[in-house]
């Protein structure tokens, strides 16, 4: 691996922007969970509902994001999404309808499918052509440390913390994500 890489100030950036977000929605994955089988004690149909609602809109709506992202600048794209996101994540911490929860987490689907086009694509083009591999060799190692992680923190939050402050926390990553990626 090259060291170049990592003297250029806006990989760097977005490598710790997209370290906060990914762990965060790890914290927001775990909570959610835990909102919907604990404080409604829903049925496995409506876990199932839980968990199609956060991914859908990532399937369905991943291409006309990338759409967007080609369209725009990623780093403002990046930055937008993650304070949108965080409003979202601060609305479902407060949520007292399981459908009203369905909506939001739909929401933050559409968000997420935008804002992961603008990432993917903003890291190949940040570094130099010789160095993109190295560029999303870092990127997928975040992505695939935080799937290891970030369940673990998440669950620990859990452990310590009420399942609302487990979401604070994960609004409170994508600000500081969005804060962070303002500087690219």
Same mark, same amino acid.
């Given at each position: 691996m090259n060291n170049d890489l990592w003297r250029i100030k806006d990989f760097r950036i977005l490598i710790l922007g997209q370290s906060i977000c990914?762990?965060? /929605?790890? =914290? !927001? +994955? +775990?909570a959610i969970l835990a909102l919907a089988g604990f404080r409604w004690q829903v049925t496995p149909v409506k876990m199932s509902m839980v968990l199609f609602v956060i991914i859908a809109p990532i399937v369905f709506f !991943?291409?006309?994001?990338?759409v967007i992202a080609d369209r725009t600048d990623r780093g403002r794209m990046l930055a937008a999404a993650g304070a949108m996101r965080a409003i979202v994540? @601060? =609305?479902?911490?407060?949520? !007292?309808?399981?459908?009203? @929860? @369905?909506f939001f987490l739909l929401l933050l689907g559409v968000l997420t499918a935008c804002s992961t086009p603008a990432k993917n694509a903003? +890291?190949?083009? +940040?570094p130099p052509l010789d160095l993109v591999d190295d560029a999303v060799f870092y990127?997928?190692?975040? /992505?695939? &440390?935080a799937r290891v992680f970030g369940p673990a923190l998440? !669950?620990?939050? @859990? &452990? =310590? =913390?009420s399942v609302e402050t487990a979401l604070y926390f994960n609004a409170a990553a994508y600000f500081l994500g969005s804060v962070v990626f303002a500087f690219m």
């Open positions: 990914v762990l965060g /929605d790890w =914290f !927001g +994955i +775990i !991943g291409p006309l994001g990338g994540m @601060l =609305f479902i911490a407060n949520v !007292g309808e399981f459908y009203l @929860l @369905l903003k +890291i190949k083009e +940040i990127s997928s190692f975040v /992505d695939q &440390a998440g !669950g620990s939050a @859990l &452990a =310590f =913390f």
